[in-house]
Each structure stands twice: as structure tokens, then as C-alpha cells.
């Protein structure tokens, strides 16, 4: 049984953006952030304006990502945030405005706020695409936060393992209840390819994210290979779309964000006039 999608407020900072897409995973470490800072990355480098918005409020990973750890967004006007770009990409994360080394210890509504509150509190400005790194997991928070922005769409992370494929399942049926489309279905560490000897082999098993996306008539949008270098630039801060524009793996990168701007083609800005929130900066 589906529910009815809230209509949510949408404050004079979202009204320039005209598309917000989601990559979402039912369980950490499948690669969730990797894929949406790679995607943001591609999608960039096909001409788009966008924004990544880092909203794993336990766990952000963007800043180091993106290399760009230990620098504060600039306020302005009291109480807007400036997002700090990097690699051409506006960026902001709740990780530019805590210690590292601090734990987020937040309640559910907490958690909502925080994210409400930076969301809508910065000057995004005009973009074409502001993807959204959410959260691990399909709980009430996520739950929440799908419903408190006007998401265009849904990008599920999975990897082949059946434990992974199983709360990918439940993502999808997350999203589904609230009535956001899927967009499709990135699989992460489909298959390793021996840097020594070049034997391939499906660590994790093969395949998963084809059942997947046949069972929910979804769109596998890309598979990415189990590869020590994807991980390495991240942590350098230069994701292999930025490090390595050409690689095969960009490629990969580059033929997912073709797949999602060719079904969000004709899409216009999500809402309509609504009223604009008040978010205070306590």
C-alpha cells in the first residue's frame, strides 16, 4: 500500500534548482557516497550545473571526498550558507561544520532539523541537478528526509551480496510508499579483476542487481568493478571522475548520469510556488 506523497515547503533556495535526485542505500559500505560525488562529477562534465549535498548527517564523507576537509561555508546575510566549490561542483556537508573527531549523538528529529536547516539555509543558486547523499538505511529518518524535499528521483546503491540486495529491496519499497520514482540501480564491486594475473572473478556474487531491477522493472544504470583505486581517490580527495576522466571507470560514471538525464529529460523544477520555511541558526 502506497502512501500519499507530502508536498513539501520549498524555501526560496531550492526554487532555483530543477532537479533533486537521491542516491540512497538500505545498509552502509556498499559505496553509496563514492557513487554520488562520481555521479555529481559526471553530470558536471556534461555541461550541468549541480550541487552535492551531503546529507549523512552520522557519517559525512564528502568533504574528504571532494578534498576539501577543515574549510567552513562563509555566511552571509545572517544567517545563508556560501557552498564551498570543488572539482566545479558546489558542496556543503554537516562535516564542514563539526569537529571531525565529534560524534552527531541526534535523535531522529534532531537529525531532520539539522538537515532541513543546512539544506535550506544555502545559496545553492541555479543548478540543474542537486544530488542529495543520504543517509544509510530505511528507517523513520529516511523516511523523513525523502519527505521533506521535492525529490525528482531515486538512485538505489547495492552491491551483489544477497544481504545488500535484500535492504536494496527495501529501499526501493521506501521510496515507492512515498511515491518518488526510482530511477534505477547502481551495483558497486560487481567484479574483481586481479591487478596481478587479470583472472576476474564475482567476489560477492553476480548478477543481483539485474534480479533486482527485473523484479521492480527498474533500470540497472551501471556496475562498477571491485577496484582498490576507486577507494584510493576518494581518500585523496580527487574521485575517479576528477582523477582520471578518461579511465574506464569514469566511463562507467559518465554512461549512469547519461541514463538519469535521459529519464529526467522534460522534467521541469519540482513544486510549485509554496510557502518558504523559516530556519533559524540556533
Known amino acids: 500500500m502506497s502512501a500519499t506523497r507530502v508536498q513539501?515547503?520549498?524555501?526560496?533556495?531550492?526554487?532555483?534548482i530543477s532537479r533533486i535526485v537521491v542516491v540512497a542505500s538500505g545498509k552502509g559500505g556498499v559505496g553509496k557516497s563514492?557513487?554520488?560525488?562520481?555521479?555529481?562529477?559526471?553530470?558536471?562534465?556534461?555541461?550541468?550545473?549541480?550541487?552535492?549535498?551531503?546529507?549523512?548527517?552520522?557519517?559525512?564523507?564528502?568533504?574528504?571526498?571532494?578534498?576539501?576537509?577543515?574549510?567552513?561555508?562563509?555566511?552571509?546575510?545572517?544567517?545563508?550558507?556560501v557552498p564551498i566549490t570543488a572539482h566545479g561542483i558546489k558542496c556543503n556537508s554537516v562535516g564542514f561544520l563539526v569537529d571531525d573527531n565529534q560524534a552527531m549523538v541526534w535523535r531522529g528529529p534532531?537529525?531532520?532539523?539539522?538537515?532541513?536547516?543546512?539544506?535550506?539555509?544555502?545559496?545553492?543558486g541555479e543548478l540543474d541537478y542537486l544530488i542529495i547523499d543520504m543517509p544509510p538505511g530505511t528507517g523513520d529518518i529516511q523516511l523523513s528526509l525523502a519527505?521533506?524535499?521535492?525529490?525528482?528521483?531515486?538512485?538505489?546503491?547495492?552491491?551483489?551480496?544477497?544481504?545488500?540486495?535484500?535492504?536494496?529491496?527495501?529501499?526501493?519499497?521506501?521510496?515507492?510508499?512515498?511515491?518518488?520514482?526510482?530511477?534505477?540501480?547502481?551495483?558497486?564491486m560487481g567484479l574483481h579483476?586481479?591487478?596481478?594475473?587479470?583472472?576476474?572473478?564475482?567476489?560477492?556474487?553476480e548478477g543481483g542487481?539485474?534480479?533486482?531491477?527485473?523484479?521492480?522493472?527498474?533500470?540497472?544504470?551501471?556496475s562498477l568493478p571491485l577496484?582498490?583505486?576507486?577507494?584510493?581517490?576518494?581518500d585523496a580527495g580527487t574521485p575517479a571522475v576528477a582523477a582520471e576522466p578518461n579511465s574506464k571507470v569514469s566511463q562507467i560514471y559518465g554512461q549512469i548520469a547519461l541514463r538519469i538525464s535521459a529519464q529526467l529529460a522534460g522534467i521541469g523544477k519540482p513544486?510549485?510556488?509554496?510557502p518558504s520555511i523559516s530556519v533559524s541558526d540556533d
Not at 53 to 66: E, N, R, T, V
Open 193 to 205: 579483476i586481479c591487478s596481478q594475473c587479470g583472472h576476474s572473478e564475482h567476489i560477492f556474487g
Open 147 to 188: 519527505q521533506s524535499v521535492p525529490v525528482t528521483g531515486a538512485v538505489i546503491v547495492t552491491t551483489p551480496q544477497d544481504v545488500a540486495l535484500l535492504d536494496a529491496k527495501r529501499g526501493i519499497e521506501m521510496f515507492r510508499k512515498v511515491q518518488v520514482p526510482i530511477l534505477g540501480v547502481v551495483e558497486n
Open 110 to 124: 534532531m537529525v531532520v532539523g539539522a538537515f532541513n536547516q543546512i539544506l535550506n539555509d544555502t545559496s545553492w
Open 227 to 234: 577496484d582498490g583505486k576507486i577507494r584510493a581517490q576518494c
Open 34 to 81: 563514492t557513487t554520488a560525488v562520481n555521479l555529481a562529477l559526471a553530470l558536471h562534465r556534461q555541461g550541468a550545473r549541480v550541487g552535492l549535498f551531503d546529507a549523512d548527517i552520522y557519517g559525512p564523507s564528502q568533504p574528504l571526498m571532494l578534498g576539501v576537509t577543515g574549510r567552513r561555508p562563509q555566511i552571509v546575510n545572517g544567517n545563508q550558507m
Open 271 to 274: 513544486g510549485s510556488d509554496m
Open 8 to 16: 513539501p515547503n520549498i524555501g526560496p533556495n531550492l526554487r532555483q
Open 209 to 222: 542487481a539485474d534480479r533486482i531491477a527485473y523484479a521492480y522493472d527498474v533500470e540497472v544504470l551501471g
